[in-house]
């Protein structure tokens, strides 16, 4: 079952890592500690029995404490490997939302190289200068906006070409 719930979680987590699933992570690590806790000392108590010599166990049930001794350690054994899987599993969570952020980041890193140039030109058009020869123009104000306008279209452009907005293009960058 345990087995099972990793594969399950692998799955979640590489289609959509969200808190719920970092706690199924640690609640299955935390299952794999109890069970070694309670099979470890059980494999040693075998282990006592099958070695020294005792007069209540017979070689018939030393053949019977060999076969449990084996299954403690295929337990045992088993369970490492789960556990092993479940660090491994927090990596990958890890790393799903270290790429989730690093995509809202590059969104928002072109939201503001887009706007930057748009908020120079706005700017220096908002200073109350007398001097600025196209304020007397008529058409000034329509060309700054113009301008503006083909500077975001044009950054827009660039930046889906690259493959940085509108999808995956890693072929691109």
Partial sequence: QIGERLEWLEERVLADANRSHLRAIYETKRQLLAIRRAVWPQREAVN??????????????????????????????????????????LDLYLSVLGARTNDVMKVLTVMASIFIPLTFLAGLYGMNFERMPELHVAWAYPAVLGGMLIIALSMFVFFWRKGWIGGDRDDRM
């Fill in 48 to 89: 006592a029995l099958i070695r020294e010599e005792c007069e209540l166990v017979g070689p018939q049930v030393r053949v019977y404490l060999r076969d449990c001794y084996d299954h403690a350690i295929q337990i045992i054994d088993v369970t490492e490997t789960f556990r092993e899987l479940c660090g491994n599993l």
